[in-house]
């Protein structure tokens, strides 16, 4: 039997002005690449062995992992069998980060993850061409699983106090790998616990009791036959966290445990066998792979963001509550323009994350190719980019999925809406690969070292060029999207502005340098974010213009009316930095908000259609209240029938102990 | 042998400069509150199985409940015990609500949570006195666990669209019940799964087919002796949560189930023999119970916050980060002003939410008696408060617990740090007892209507009579606590004199009231907000005033300077509105920015001393990261060595697919 489409949804999708496969493709980049997609999605989701029994919120950690494995070896067996032959072990490394699919299979994260996101770019970034070929084969073949541990029980953001040492022994060559304190074990890289039997490390190397730096090295974990922990190397798992909970983070301490010279990954510096140490000629050289794992980052927003919203867009088109006018029956909660204000930029904003990671990954491939040609001045401006975007699109993913699942109210709230666990897969992107507040500072110090370059007249790059133009402000606001645009540079030259003249203040008071960087350091965040609002709302701007040439008139207005409805609510959620340091008006505010209420008017009947061409599986949704039918209520009660305490009418734990509670006998 | 407190949790202790125990005091409501406090702490949390062998995230949610369930019998064993024999039942059913102790004990929720913040209130506020005397004596005596039954899976915010009906058969004098759709299932009781033997249900009552609204019916739902649910009643549990996983959130759905007559609690309407209908007097009446249940909320509110900066502040005395200066060492990441910003607003709003919520206590009790004397005239502004007081403490909370755990750094997304699990529970309440956007527009609805009052002349509540002074904005700004306070008033003003305008220019425009509400509904929900900041700011800092008269003066120099802080963060964070309400200037806003900087500084001493202060026990922290010794990596350590994948050196899935696939077998 047919499960019939809800009503609601049929008549919204009736009503969607755009065709819905056009944007589809134009999200994927071309009807090619949407064919390949939903081909792999099939082929993936109808192989046997991939679904649960018990839908995993309901099991055990240890049972979450043990199913986590059980599905992993079947579907990188087919990733695997679905490989281009054509492919360098190279690109099969680097391939296929983008798809959700492992989403669809995992519900949470795959226990092979840092298998893909980390050690094996750790190989091709870090190991010299010899390695490289040998490890590589062997990762992109699954002979061995790895994963890489750099972070430290009581050390994450200052690589350099990594208290890890691997101390060379001339004699044996070999290095000798040691955990000197509880804080210097490593702690968190997902797959070490039990997954794992390779892994590169990061220690810091002392020859001849000189220090030469943090170095990799890679380790044999565990044997490969019996899968026991090798001598000297101590490895369990960290515990239960808001997410991830099938990645498998485990800890990782050494006795004195001795490898082999050639295990150093050489790339970059080099030990020869007598202990004679090879500085790398660039150590600005590490930036490459931390920029390419921030583009992957930015990406998987867009993503989530992308799922989130079309989980309650789709729920609020179903869900019918409270009565607009007495007499009328309950309208669909997408009719409240609280909750289109809720919803609307979460669909933009997935548009916008989207091209921003596109472009991202555009400089970084050009700013790469110029690294291997030698030149290397890109690369701060791309480094200071990467960080505050990364920290700024993780930030308002995390809000916005969370709001998201706010405006589904209660059954946002129920795991089986996927919304909470889409929420806690998010929100850890704001700590993980840089701690946003770290990284925004670390954009700023690039803001403030070009503010004094601007005010000698140096060239700035592309992205902070605009710092150039020091206005008063006085200019006349123009409520366009341009207008808009060029308020938000005025509020980050502001911004900019006021952050080092506080700077000055601090250290006219006799504060040193340092010390006056942390007092003005709320505010050099501060100034950070509106230059990553301004360049963020520029290129998404430039981006929808320069993408769209050849679509459709009805698409093509849909994707400006978002830019637009991007633009003007960020105005408005940033008035009083507008207010500063432009001369907009009231008046030009109430025409803002005027023309926003307008726009979420335009945006409400093609909003079912704009989630649908997201063009996600309800497998990969996994979502009670996002199911395409929008069968909402029938998901719950399935979903919850599922629970294996409904398994019994009555609990053991009510013979036990709550009879003879209640009967005064306990 | 005693564990060694963390040097620098001890070198904090020593330099702060205010008496603890003396904010303790304060913060209980006198010495002898806190003794009684630690009385019963120390009583229940030394009792014999109310300890965890495994953590509780190890646990599957089936095992989670059963674990709940055996610790519940034992705490309110403990409870009863320790019950006040002079209380009545009412004075009982009512009390401990404030605590914490729950907490300590079911880590996440208890079990019987309904039977105390829901059944035995309805039970008070709706059943006759008969009634009540009856049912109440059995619930106190937890002769019968009860719960609340009123949302249904297709209903939540709009009680007269609830589906569940009672017909009343004149006959039998029997009402049945019956749930005509799936929609019309209870959903979400706490207990009501598989705790629970009897519920206050909400239906809708018919009487000879005739309509008599939404009424309150003693049901009970299982069998005394077996448990086993009664014939015509469905029971399940409605699956895993973001949340109170072992609160036992169910299902419950009607076949033409039949009941007593004497089972509709009678207190407001009646239904005699015959099936005559006596309709409530007073359809207020119910806003009591619903006010009490909101005030309960923002004290928890202040509790969680308190719980979370607790665990942030000590975590980052604790942690030592990157060096902000060359050759020093790694600084506390206390000492960084970003961390000082994000964790010092938690202690003062912490602060600031409790002295609200005994101030709205205050007000209920208040109105709860004139209400007794039959004046209703208060209820209106008592509502009103209510509702937006919940909503703006509730998601200023969230906020804020998500930011202490994210301070954290990854270390904060370990469940050990419990900080996921506190933001868990504070979430929830942004949604359950009033969806705050909800809530928000009721609260703008009283607003508009107060407006159009003050422009007749008519008098406001005291809350709402400052809508009076409609001053330009023009007045002389001033950067002092009472020009903000009154600068938020402005805001207010105006954000409500803008929201007024907008209801017109829509309805001008053709709109029926109804759609130029909806329409205009962000910026109502924004003056809703702009008037419960006014309020809060103001109320916060007369009530200090109010409240340290005889404390000893370093302490109410530090208390001060949580209101100045809370004050002046508040004003920073809304800028916008002032700049465009108020008179005040960039150069106000610079100076406004350097104070708070310099408050900052002037609170980072005291820092552990305010959280020390607000008394948890280890054991109620429940945190690796918030231990009062600082010890904070043997715990984490200590934690993570319990999880039951821990137990083995190679998991059973290695040999069954881990190694198959690696050799290519599988």
């Known amino acids: 039997m047919l499960a019939k489409v809800n009503e609601d949804l049929l008549k919204e999708r009736k009503h969607c002005d755009f065709n819905v496969l056009e944007l589809t493709n134009y999200l994927d980049g071309g009807r090619k690449a949407t064919e390949d997609r939903r081909k792999l999605e099939a082929r993936v989701l109808k192989t046997k062995g991939l679904q649960d029994d018990i839908p995993e919120e309901y099991l055990s950690h240890k049972e979450k992992y043990e199913n986590a494995i059980r599905k992993a070896v079947t579907y990188y067996r087919v990733i695997k069998e679905t490989a281009d032959p054509n492919q360098s072990d190279e690109e099969r490394a680097m391939s296929s980060y983008r798809s959700l699919l492992p989403s669809a299979v995992f519900k949470d994260m795959s226990p092979f993850r840092l298998h893909y996101s980390m050690f094996m770019p750790a190989i091709i970034g870090q190991a010299d061409e010899e390695q490289k070929k040998y490890w590589l084969k062997r990762a ?53 616990a039990h997954t794992a039997n390779y ?31 090798l001598p000297g190397i101590k490895l369990g798992e960290i515990g239960a966290k808001l997410g991830f909970n099938t990645v498998n983070n485990g800890f990782l301490g050494f006795e004195h445990h001795r490898i082999k010279r050639d295990r150093m990954l050489m790339k970059n510096s080099q030990v020869l066998r007598d202990g004679t140490f090879i500085k790398s000629p660039n150590n600005k050289l590490a930036y490459g792979t931390m920029v390419y794992v921030r583009v992957i980052i930015v990406y998987g927003m867009s993503n989530q963001l992308a799922r989130s919203a079309t ?29 289109q204000h809720k919803l609307f930029i979460a669909i933009a904003s997935s548009h916008a994350i989207r091209l921003i990671a596109q472009w991202l990954w555009d400089l970084y491939t050009k700013v790469n190719n110029d690294l291997k040609l030698g030149n290397t001045s890109d690369l701060p401006e791309l480094h200071a980019l990467a960080c505050c975007l990364k920290a700024v699109t993780t930030a308002d993913t995390a809000t916005m999925v969370e709001r998201c699942r706010m405006s589904c109210g209660g059954h946002g709230y129920m795991l089986s809406s996927n919304l909470p666990q889409i929420y806690g897969l998010v929100t850890a992107a704001c700590t993980y690969e840089g701690e946003n507040t770290v990284l925004m500072l670390q954009t700023a110090r690039s803001l403030v070292k070009a503010w004094d370059w601007a005010a000698t007249g140096m060239p700035l790059g592309p992205t902070m060029s605009y710092l150039k133009d020091k206005n008063t402000g006085l200019e006349r606001w123009e409520n366009t999207i341009d207008g808009i645009i060029r308020g938000f540079r005025k509020v980050a030259v502001g911004k900019i502005s006021s952050a080092v003249s506080s ?120 979502s009670t209240l996002g199911v395409s039918d929008g069968r909402v209520y029938e998901r719950l009660m399935e979903e919850a029938l599922k629970s294996p305490l409904n398994a019994e009418p009555v609990n053991q734990s009510f013979h036990k102990y709550l009879k003879p509670f209640m009967q005064g006998k306990l």
């Open 140 to 192: 992109v073949n699954f002979e061995i699983i790895g994963t890489y541990a750099q972070t430290e029980l009581g050390h994450g953001t200052f690589i350099r106090g990594l208290e890890t040492r691997a101390t060379y022994d001339p004699k044996t060559e070999e290095f000798v790998l040691h955990s000197p304190t509880l804080t210097s074990y490593k702690w968190w890289p997902g797959s070490l």
């Open 199 to 229: 892994c590169v490390v990061m220690a810091h190397l002392f020859i001849k009791g000189k220090s030469c730096g943090i170095q990799p090295f890679m380790v044999q974990l565990r044997d490969e036959e019996t899968h026991l922990p």
């Open 311 to 339: 989980i309650a867009v789709r729920y609020s088109a179903v869900r019918r509550q409270s009565p607009l006018k007495p007499d009328e029956p309950e309208p669909q909660i997408l009719d409240y323009v609280t909750q």
């Open 503 to 622: 700077l000055k203040k601090y250290t006219k008071r006799g504060l040193s340098p340092e010390d006056a960087w942390n007092m003005s350091s709320v505010q050099l965040v501060a100034a950070a974010e509106a230059h990553c609002r301004a360049v963020i709302l520029s290129t998404y701007k430039s981006e929808v213009e320069k993408t769209t040439t050849s679509l459709s008139e009805p698409l093509r207005r849909v994707l400006h009316q978002l830019v637009e409805l991007y633009c003007i609510y960020w105005a408005l959620e940033k008035l009083g930095d507008l207010l500063l340091f432009t001369s907009i008006s009231e008046r030009d505010v109430q025409q803002l908000q005027s023309t926003y209420e307008g726009l979420l008017g335009k945006i409400r009947p093609n909003a079912v259609g704009l989630v649908d061409a997201f063009d996600f599986r309800d497998e990969i949704l996994n």
